[in-house]
Each structure stands twice: as C-alpha cells, then as structure tokens.
C-alpha cells in the first residue's frame, strides 16, 4: 500500500467541482441574505427620515395658524383706528373739513 498525500486544497477543489450547483445557491442565498438586510436596514432609514419630515410639517403646520391668527390680529381695524388716535394723535375727518379734488 502506497501512501498519497492529499492536500487540503485538493479535497476542496475536488469537492466544490462535484458539489458545483451546492456552492452556486450557497452563494445566491448569501448574497440574497445580505441583500435583504441591507433592504431592510434602508427602509428603517427612510422610515426615520419620514418621521421626522411629518413631525416638522406638524410643527410648521402649528406656527402657519399662529402666524395667520397674529395677522388677523394686528390687521384689525379698531386695533389700528385705536393706534392711530393714541399714537399720532390722528382722527376721522368731518364732512366739513373733507377737501375734494378733482383730476381731469
């Protein structure tokens, strides 16, 4: 009996041309795994971001009413008849002192 070294490359070489189509889905099931994590890991991602989007929307939503309120506010007309009468000391003319002009 003779005694043959088999290397270790030899036996795997060997195996992965017997076990050709194993090796091929081995590899396809891994890329598939890591394909699904990476898809998953981007949808987590885009989840937050849109999270945070809504939540800024609600937050510019909330001060949009404030700021509408604000100018319905300051825009009232006794608010600015009152201004004008403390503040500049103006007042609504008479019929008699309303000058007309005439443009031709």
Known sequence: ??????????????????????????IAIMLSAYAVVLSAHHNRQLSIQVEALMQEQDRLDVEWRHLVLEQSALTEHNRIETLVSKKLDMKRPDANSEIVVRIR
């Open 1 to 26: 009996m003779s005694t043959q070294r088999i290397s270790l490359v030899d036996i795997l070489l060997t195996d992965l041309t017997r076990n050709f189509t194993r090796v091929l889905l081995f």
